[in-house]
């Protein structure tokens, strides 16, 4: 038993001692940010493309990370030479690079540059693809993910053998029903409906994760995939990370998308991004380090600590709910300023941050019991978050 012990000790010494020489490891030493280009690439007719396409930028002073979804569809700017167009999507771009070179490195060297003009001037330092592959046996290892499908999910596509079909219910996703899951993407929401459940599934993955049972599979998950990955990432960047993940606080984790809207060009469907909002996203993301984030306790009885501007919209079928949360939040020291009918009808109630700080849209959270936290960027709603009132309100508001 003691010569186990010397050598378990002995393992993670020289494991510790090896971490020093990741690049990973160095620049969370250092405190600074670290920026992953993260693309999750699906093959049709021999031709790759960027099914999915995200940014994770962890700020390790803080231990406060940000993913920030770019939808596939994003109308990036091209030569004349390409196009005559002189736009294509943001999977074509990735499709046709892919054409030109056989080397993953320089297939991204050559996609980031054009992610990062995007992101008006945001670095990557950097690359992780992710196969369907890798995916599922990384979702099969850590013994699959629970998930509640709120919406029937039928799809049929024989081209790509996918044949997707979910009644609603709670189900236990392994890796291919949860590929189903993330990929689904026939619903009136389009692309934005799909990251939507992205983010929920993303969700779903860090709580397991941050399980017993969960960060003991993970390491054993991260196996699984690494022979379905491209990446400049080395072993001991991926041990890191994986350190870093078993430890990480989740209410320091925020999740964005680039904010934008759909719009027709010669017949065609792109989003196209709302240049002053994403520069607000990508300023929140840069200066998460000047945020602290103390952990709120969960209270219903207490105000907030700041003062805090809020809307207040009622999206259930009973009337007077604007009006009794205002009155409710009024006394609790948050500013509402305005308050009424949300328009259309919502399951679930919801806080949404207006300025990506996450502190007051969680103390108000917990002051009202809610646990539906979502940052979507809008200064020019000169509040700090929107209440957002759901048919659930019943169960998690305590009034």
């Known amino acids: 038993m003691n010569k186990f012990i010397i050598a378990a000790t002995a393992v993670g010494v020289l494991f510790v001692t090896l971490t020093v020489f990741s690049p990973v490891k160095r620049s969370i030493l250092r405190g600074d940010r670290i920026n992953i280009l993260i693309v999750g690439v699906s093959e049709v007719d021999n031709v790759r493309h960027a099914d999915v396409v995200k940014i994770l930028s962890y700020e390790p002073v803080t231990g406060f990370f940000d993913i920030v979804s770019i939808p596939r569809d994003s109308m990036i700017s091209v030569s004349g030479d390409v196009t005559w167009r002189r736009i294509q999507k943001l999977d074509e771009v990735f499709a046709r690079i892919d054409r030109k070179h056989d080397n993953p490195d320089r297939v991204f060297e050559k996609f980031k540059l054009k992610v990062e003009d995007f992101l008006r001037g ?125 430890n990480f606080n989740l209410q320091n984790y925020r999740v964005q998308k680039v904010p934008g809207e759909p719009v027709m060009r010669w017949g065609r469907s792109y989003w196209q991004a709302d240049k002053r909002r994403l520069n607000d996203v990508m300023d929140v993301v840069k200066n998460s380090h000047l945020i602290n984030l103390p952990a709120a306790k969960a209270d219903t009885g207490k105000r907030v600590s700041t003062r805090v501007t809020a809307e207040v919209w009622n999206a259930t079928g009973k009337s007077g709910l604007a009006r009794e949360m205002t009155e409710y939040l009024r006394r609790r020291n948050v500013d509402v300023v305005r308050y009424g009918n949300y328009g259309v009808r919502r399951r679930h109630t919801q806080i949404i941050s207006r300025t990506g700080d996450l502190k007051p849209a969680r103390e108000v959270a917990n002051i009202i019991g809610c646990r539906n936290i979502e940052t979507n960027l809008d200064f020019s709603r000169m509040v700090d978050i929107n209440v957002v009132i759901g048919e659930d309100i019943n169960k998690v508001w305590e009034y």
């Open 122 to 246: 945001f670095e990557f330092h950097n690359y992780l693809e992710i196969s369907y592959a890798a995916f599922t046996d990384f979702i099969d290892e850590l013994g699959g993910i629970e998930m509640d499908i709120l919406r029937e999910m039928k799809y049929e596509d024989k081209s790509q053998d996918l044949y997707i079909n979910f009644s609603t219910g709670r189900y236990l996703l392994n890796g291919e029903n949860a590929l189903k899951y993330v990929r689904y993407r026939d619903d009136v929401r389009g692309d934005i409906g799909r990251l939507k459940r992205q983010h929920a599934f993303i969700n779903a993955v860090l709580n397991k994760i941050k399980s017993p049972e969960g960060a003991l599979s993970f390491y054993r998950a991260l196996r699984a995939a690494n022979e379905n990955i491209e990446t400049d990432l080395g072993i001991l960047d991926f041990s890191v990370i994986a350190d870093e993940a078993r």
